[in-house]
């Protein structure tokens, strides 16, 4: 699962600007400051300006550990941003700090001409510890061909294995044995064994467990080679789909599943599953990742975002969320205090969450409801589900990971219970929309409630494994926040 440039945009609000020119970006990396107007295109206002690869302003990031504990000057920054409406956007999970800026950087520049001109923008790039999988293409910052061929992509590249090392630290010996297997591919079933200890010693699950104690994803607790075969006829599928989608077949229909085939790449035998080894060791992540951006939102966004309302009453805030970013914007919902009206919108781009969280009762088990049930009463405008058929990345791999979780039906059965809200929309939620992009540009947006928007024909570039689910610099999404947030033209 992927996310994501270098855009030198317009100044603050409605106006136009120039480019940033080097003598300012200087300025700015060096603190000094820099008068707002005067043509530079960077708007500063008390001491908050655009950071070098920014080209909107003014602009913070607001950045936060593991545990959700803010940076305090990043916090103390955005409090100083003077804006009638604060963008916020939380990356998702495949990122380093690097590549969040150049998204920020990205997304964020038609916002300028895009709004009215009482509407003075501010802008929040949310940074969170993730990791980013260097060999997973990025639309529009990765070169092409940056990914290998299926089968050809075991091996750990340097700057994947870096940033295992900061995401899993004092575990070297551990990452080092693994990037070892992940290389030779042995035709071994005790490789395989010992890559499963490995990877569940990297999440600290006992090597006993079962699915159903202390919550543990099946990934940890069943037999390896059936986790990896799984994951390697997943990849198989991701790759038929993306190369039937560029061929012009409709997105969403199925493609026939290569149950325990051989990877014609890597031959026959056992070696075949060493690319879906690879995938378990990224599913890992995956797997503290999610939990890591539920406590991000919940205890470190959400509460600095109230402490900001309370100090600024009349200040709009529009959350927006990328992929597992999607999680955190909306787990900040759940420390906005009842009754309060300063979140105007929340817009999910390919949220890496279930399609059944906003929902008061689940239809598979009705004692209970969504992990956000009913929060987006807490929105004083729409929560806004952008979702696209080629996003193989929710498409295949999110339902497969997230039915590893002990269901009796097995690995491979998907259905409707384990869907992403990126890859299909908000489920369960009675009156909510399901409407295309076109018909939204042209009509805008419900003022209030859920709405499921088809993104589908503007995100839709991308290779394998996650297809297009980190395309989504579009213009085209900037007007939908904008229509979301009601801060048009």
């Known amino acids: 699962m992927a996310d994501i440039g270098m855009v030198v945009g317009s100044g603050e609000g409605g106006g136009s600007g120039g480019t940033v020119t080097a003598g300012v970006a200087a300025g700015v990396a060096a603190g000094v400051g820099v008068a707002a107007g005067g043509g530079t295109g960077v708007a500063v206002e008390s001491g908050v300006a655009a950071r070098p690869g920014v080209g909107v302003g003014p602009y913070a990031e607001l950045t936060f550990d593991a545990d959700g504990d803010v940076e305090r000057s990043t916090r103390e920054a955005v409090a100083r941003i003077e804006a009638t409406d604060l963008l916020v956007f939380a990356h998702g999970w495949n990122s380093d700090r690097s590549t969040s800026t150049r998204l920020y950087d990205r997304f964020f520049a038609p916002f300028p001409n895009l709004v009215g001109s009482g509407v003075r923008l501010g802008y929040v790039g949310v940074v969170w510890p993730s990791i980013r999988f260097s060999d997973e293409p990025i639309p529009d910052f990765d070169p092409p061909g940056a990914l290998a061929e299926p089968g050809l992509g075991t091996v750990l590249d340097p700057a994947t294995r870096r940033a295992l090392g900061e995401f899993w630290p004092d575990r070297d010996a551990e990452l080092d044995r693994i990037a070892e297997l992940l290389e030779e591919r042995p035709d071994s079933a005790a490789a395989f064994v010992e890559f499963g200890a490995l990877v569940r010693e990297l999440v600290g699950v006992d090597a006993v467990a079962t699915p159903a104690a202390l919550d543990v994803p099946a990934m940890f607790a069943r037999d390896v080679l059936e986790v990896c075969r799984a994951f390697t006829d997943a990849l198989a599928e991701a790759d038929a789909t993306l190369r039937r989608d560029a061929d012009g077949v409709e997105a969403g229909g199925g493609a026939e599943r290569v149950v325990g085939g051989a990877n014609p790449i890597l031959g026959g035998g056992l070696r075949a599953l060493w690319s879906g080894a690879k995938e378990v060791l990224r599913q890992a992540t995956y797997y503290q990742m999610k ?156 003022g209030a409630g859920c709405v499921s928007v088809d993104a589908g024909s503007v995100v839709r570039r991308g290779g394998a494994p996650s297809g297009a689910h980190s395309d989504i610099c579009h213009e085209e999404l900037a007007r939908v926040v904008v229509a979301a947030g009601r801060m048009g033209r």
Do not use: N
């Open 291 to 446: 939990k890591r951006a539920g406590v991000v939102g919940e205890h470190g966004l959400g509460p600095v975002l109230a402490e900001l309302a309370h100090r600024r009453p009349a200040l709009r805030i529009h959350l927006i969320g990328h992929s597992f970013g999607a999680r955190v914007a909306a787990f900040s919902l759940r420390a906005v205090p009842d009754g309060s009206r300063y979140v105007k919108s929340l817009t999910l781009l390919q949220g890496a969450f279930s399609h059944y969280a906003f929902t008061d009762r689940l239809p598979h088990d009705g004692d209970r409801g969504g992990a956000l049930r009913g929060l987006q009463r807490r929105v004083d405008g729409p929560v806004v589900a952008c979702h696209s058929p080629y996003d193989t990345s929710l498409r295949l791999f999110y339902p497969l990971a997230s039915r590893m979780a002990g269901d009796s039906a097995g690995l491979l059965g998907f259905d409707e219970r384990w869907g992403a809200i990126g890859h299909d929309g908000v489920r369960a939620v009675p009156d909510t929309p399901r409407l295309s992009l076109d018909t939204v540009l042209r009509g805008g947006l419900p």
